[in-house]
Every structure is written in structure tokens, then in C-alpha cells.
């Protein structure tokens, strides 16, 4: 089935280490998102990418880093310099280009990051 | 900017109670609209959306309706049932191309048997 997997589901990390979330699409789209959800807060943009090899700041990028070397692969990389890094991450992807796009982000169950 | 600002939740309803979520916009131009809604332990998924003034999107017996004058786009379900327990989320386009959506907080939805 296509769809959008992320990994790993929960993750743990100490205070001052990197940690890497994984996110893999085989819908065939060109545009992926990484967006931050805390409680009451709805979701927020951290990094998009429209193509393969370019991808864009959100609202919320420092601290995090991303990189986009296949069409199916963008990975988030949460760095030690995010203040306050335990939340809910999910990607997303969607078709790219004007008149292609119709609204619609298909997400992926999410990864939970605590920081202890 | 772009904003969107949904009612604060925890909205508790008893099952077949009629539904409304309210969704409010700020926005230059005219954007696409959405609600979006993320069932527990999985991500969100679209549930209806509206292109222009006036229209209506619905879905799964939802429905909700583009009103430029109020700048609002309620969500509306005649009856509820447990099922529809979730977190519903408003959202807004912000480019041209449609995909870069801002998000309103999210409302979370309880429904009792």
C-alpha cells in the first residue's frame, strides 16, 4: 500500500545529543513537510521541501535540520541547539506545483520525542 | 499574516448530538480552506475542504461552508457517534500552489454512548 512511514515511533534522547527521525514516502510526491505538534498549539511548520534537493525553512527551524537526496526520503535531524525539543513530529508529503496541488498533505503516524 | 483560531476543547457530546466546531480565519486573498482531523495514535487525515466563497465541503456526514463575510468555516455534523472521536484541526492555504497550510490548535471531540 502507498503511504508515509516514519520511524521510530517513540524515541528517547538525552539532553545535549542529536537525534535523526526518519521519513520515507512511496506516493510518487514530489513535496514533503516536517511539522511540530505540541498540545493546544496545533501544528507548526518546521522544514518543507518542494523537490528533490532543495527544501525551504518553515516557522520553526532552528534547531533542526533536514536533507533531501532522494524524492523518497526526508529526514529531520533535532540538534541539541532546539530548546525545547520533546514533541510530536509528523511528515507529511503532497504533489508539488501550481495547478497539481489539490490542499491535500498525506501525513504519517508521527514519532514522539522525549527529552529526559 | 495567516491565522487560523479554532474553539478551545475538549468539546463532550452524547452519541446522534449535533456537532458544531467553530473555525475562524485571518488572510490575505482567498484561501483554500480545510478541516483535517487525527483519529488517536495515528496522523491527520483530510476530511473535507472549500475552494471559494460559499462553497461547502463535506465528508463522512460532516459539512462545513466558506462564509468570506465572517471569515469563518464552522464545522456542522447532525449526529455524532463514537467513532468521530478525534481531534479535529482547521487549516488554511497560504501560497498560491495550495500546499502550504497553516493549522488552527485543534479541537479535541468526545463522544459518549
Known amino acids: 500500500d502507498g503511504g508515509i512511514t516514519q520511524s521510530p515511533k517513540y524515541l528517547f534522547r538525552k539532553e545535549g545529543q542529536n537525534v535523526t527521525l526518519s521519513c520515507e514516502q512511496n506516493?510518487?510526491?514530489?513535496?514533503m513537510y516536517w511539522y511540530r505538534q505540541d498540545p493546544g498549539q496545533g501544528l507548526r511548520l518546521i522544514y518543507y521541501?518542494?523537490?528533490?534537493?532543495?527544501?525551504q525553512k518553515g516557522d520553526i527551524a532552528e534547531g533542526y535540520s533536514v536533507s533531501r537526496e532522494k524524492k523518497e526520503s526526508f529526514p529531520l535531524t533535532v540538534t541539541s541547539a532546539q530548546k525545547n525539543p520533546t514533541a510530536f513530529y509528523l511528515c507529511?508529503?503532497?504533489?508539488?506545483?501550481?495547478?497539481?496541488?489539490?490542499?491535500?498533505?498525506?501525513f504519517g503516524e508521527g514519532s514522539r520525542l522525549t527529552v529526559l | 499574516g495567516n491565522s487560523v483560531t479554532q474553539m478551545e476543547g475538549p468539546v463532550t457530546l452524547s452519541e446522534e448530538a449535533f456537532l458544531t466546531i467553530n473555525c475562524t480565519y485571518t488572510?490575505?486573498?482567498?484561501?483554500?480552506l480545510f478541516w483535517y482531523v487525527q483519529y488517536p495514535g495515528e496522523g491527520l487525515q483530510l476530511l473535507l475542504k472549500a475552494t471559494k466563497a460559499d462553497d461547502k465541503g463535506s465528508n463522512k456526514g460532516f459539512e462545513a461552508t466558506y462564509r468570506k463575510e465572517t471569515t469563518s468555516f464552522h464545522l456542522e455534523k447532525g449526529s455524532v457517534q463514537v467513532s468521530d472521536s478525534a481531534v479535529y484541526f482547521c487549516a488554511l492555504s497560504r501560497n498560491n500552489a495550495g500546499n502550504m497550510l497553516t493549522f488552527g490548535g485543534g479541537t479535541r471531540l468526545m463522544v459518549k454512548p
Open positions: 521541501s518542494q523537490i528533490v534537493n532543495d527544501f
Open positions: 506516493l510518487n510526491h514530489d513535496a
Open positions: 488572510a490575505t486573498g482567498y484561501p483554500s
Open positions: 507529511a508529503s503532497s504533489p508539488a506545483g501550481f495547478g497539481q496541488h489539490t490542499g491535500e498533505l498525506f
